[in-house]
Nanobody, 126 residues
Framework: QVQLVESGGGSVQVGGSLRLACVVS????????MGWFRQAPGKEREGVAA????????HYDDSVKGRFTISQDNVKHTLYLQMDSLKPEDTAMYYC???????????????????WGQGTQVTVSS
């Protein structure tokens, strides 16, 4: 029932910034566990950042700590990922994910989530 649509991807130079957005429908944003994942060609999908939208408590992968910020706007039904100081290693398809139920797995694991968006491409050039 939950539908997710990502936007905000694009091409940027090293050190640049992008802000990704994920519009949520079919469920209120507040109360969902939501995350941002990325997948580069030939690699597995990995967790980047996640949050319980009912009370913040953000989680970040070590590779993006200090550079990326996850946030939400409940009025706009949108999840954001602010990406600063981008590196070529950040190049990937970025996906928004959500679930309404807590599971006995990491909030940054793929298996934690039930719903996924179609992705938005981020390319960082040196």
């Amino acid at each position: 029932q939950v539908q997710l649509v990502e936007s905000g991807g694009g091409s940027v130079q090293v050190g640049g910034s992008l802000r990704l957005a994920c519009v949520v429908s079919g469920y209120r944003v507040s109360g969902l566990y939501m995350g941002w994942f990325r997948q580069a060609p030939g690699k597995e999908r990995e967790g980047v950042a996640a949050i319980w939208t009912g009370g913040s408590f953000p989680h970040y992968d070590d590779s993006v700590k200090g550079r990326f910020t996850i946030s939400q706007d409940n009025v706009k039904h949108t999840l954001y990922l602010q990406m600063d100081s981008l590196k070529p290693e950040d190049t990937a398809m970025y996906y928004c994910a959500a679930t309404s139920a807590w599971k006995m797995s990491s909030i940054l694991s793929v298996g934690f989530y039930n719903y996924w968006g179609q992705g938005t491409q981020v390319t960082v050039s040196s």
